[in-house]
């Protein structure tokens, strides 16, 4: 799979949730200040020649829909975290996030028991 850019990503984000949109609805959906409908155009459009998105003809228009699921996205950006500033070690992951982000007891916990759910 193909890394997105942020700008990319944001788009995603918004067609993950809305399922389909055209770039009207795209734009409606980012706070403001809103991005310039060409820029969204390209964008989404570059996404599509990716493989990402693809787009049904509606009127004079195109409803764009993810090509991709979020979590296969959400799965190969974790693992390129983790091989690039970890070494491969999700272990080392965490115990980053223990030690620089102030992790308490309870989200350790709660990742530990995700862990054994998973493993069971």
Not at 56 to 62: T, W
Not at 79 to 85: A, G
């Amino acid at each position: 799979m193909k890394q997105l850019t942020k700008a990319e990503e944001d788009i995603m984000q918004i067609l993950w949730q809305l399922k389909k949109a055209n770039v009207k609805t795209i734009i409606e959906e980012f706070p403001e200040p809103k991005p310039a409908y060409n820029t969204v155009s390209t964008i989404v459009r570059i996404l599509e020649s990716k493989g990402i998105v693809d787009y049904e003809k509606e009127g004079k228009g195109h409803v764009y829909f993810p090509l991709m699921e979020k979590q296969d996205y959400s799965n190969q950006s974790i693992n390129k975290l983790v091989d690039n500033y970890f070494q491969g070690s999700f272990k080392s992951m965490v115990s980053f996030f223990v030690k620089k982000n102030d992790m308490n007891i309870k989200d350790l916990e709660s990742v530990l028991n995700e862990i054994n759910k998973k493993q069971s």
